[in-house]
């Protein structure tokens, strides 16, 4: 069987729609990585290193990143029991670069606006809202970290001004760059195949329980905050790999659902007692069926997740249930 080298194979029109140049310009790989041995090797090597990281600052923090989702989910989650992120210079550092990581993808180039026909293609408001949502998440592990108000009403009101501050810079961003027909995660359309639908949906519930760890007062706030990177940068990478043909449609969505599992994994971890559970649900429903507006749903959801309200919810619940479903059962149903 003959394997096709880089030079045979046919480069993406959109990859091409800003160079007029041939060879390396035009085909925007590294003429070092010509120097390898042919085969798919090479072929894979020199569709990730292109001229426009030509100093492998984006791949350089890619790969510590990786490093990093590694050593936080396999080697200090089973040994701690944590994510380990409790305010240290190496804490502080792992966040900077995943938040470096996001933004460093500033430096390729990418279409203006999405194409609905080919979703996993990156796109100008994709980008940008990954650098915002990372940048939510350092927000959320300095909040955790350096929060000088723990325990105070202000704390319980700074927190989801912080995290919604966010989403209004996300909204300006899909106002600039955004889908005209308002197609989003969330708002799947009708007309889907049913396994599509339902993946669909699985991706915007994590959506809602990535927010909802967010805006819940928590001891680990930190590491919700490191959390929910790994949702959004493996996104990106999977994306990267899909559309240089290095993976399959198939493979991204296995390994990105298989991310995501993680995820929440450590979200229901440290919040999933019943009574998350139960607002989760309600505002997937508020949300999704309903279409009642995000900032007075999280709002309403974050003033619900202040202890003394959640106090005073379970006193009621045990008031008019009893035990079946009072305070005994909401501490100690968990994930």
């Given at each position: 069987m003959t394997v096709k080298t880089l030079d045979e194979t046919p480069a993406s029109p959109i990859e091409d729609s800003h160079e007029s140049k041939g060879g390396s310009d035009r085909r925007g790989y590294q003429a070092w990585t010509q120097g390898l041995p042919p085969g798919p090797f090479r072929n894979i090597v020199a569709k990730l290193f292109t001229n426009e990281d030509n100093l492998q600052l984006h791949k350089t923090l890619g790969i510590l990143s990786l490093v990093s989702f590694i050593y936080r989910y396999f080697w200090v989650y089973p040994t701690t029991g944590t994510l380990g992120f409790d305010g240290s210079w190496f804490d502080h550092l792992s966040i900077f670069l995943h938040l470096a990581l996001s933004t460093s993808s500033l430096v390729f180039h990418v279409i203006r606006r999405r194409l609905l026909n080919r979703p996993m293609i990156i796109w100008e408001e994709y980008r940008l809202h990954a650098i915002v949502f990372s940048t939510r998440c350092m927000s959320v592990y300095a909040m955790g970290t350096f929060n000088p108000f723990k325990g105070t009403l202000f704390e319980h009101a700074m927190i989801p001004l912080v995290v919604l501050a966010h989403h209004v810079a996300a909204d300006k961003v899909t106002e600039m760059y955004g889908s005209k027909d308002g197609v989003t995660t969330v708002r799947v359309r009708d007309g889907h195949r049913a396994e599509i639908t339902t993946v669909l949906r699985f991706y915007a519930f994590y959506q809602f329980a990535a927010l909802a760890s967010h805006l819940t007062p928590n001891a680990r706030l930190a590491d919700l905050g490191f959390n929910t990177f790994i949702a959004i940068q493996s996104s990106a990478f999977l994306m990267t790999l899909y559309r240089k043909g290095v993976i399959t449609e198939v493979s991204h969505g296995l390994w990105y659902t298989f991310c995501l599992v993680i995820s929440l994994f450590h979200i229901f971890r440290n919040c999933g007692?019943?009574?998350?559970?139960?607002?989760?649900?309600?505002?997937?429903?508020?949300?999704?069926?309903?279409?009642?507006?995000?900032?007075?749903?999280?709002?309403g959801f974050a003033l619900l997740s202040v202890p003394a309200v959640t106090d005073l919810i379970t006193a009621k619940l045990m008031e008019i249930t009893g035990d079946s479903f009072g305070a005994s059962s909401i501490e100690h149903i968990q994930w």
């Open positions: 007692n019943a009574m998350f559970i139960a607002k989760l649900g309600g505002a997937y429903i508020l949300r999704t069926d309903f279409k009642l507006n995000k900032y007075v749903l999280w709002l």
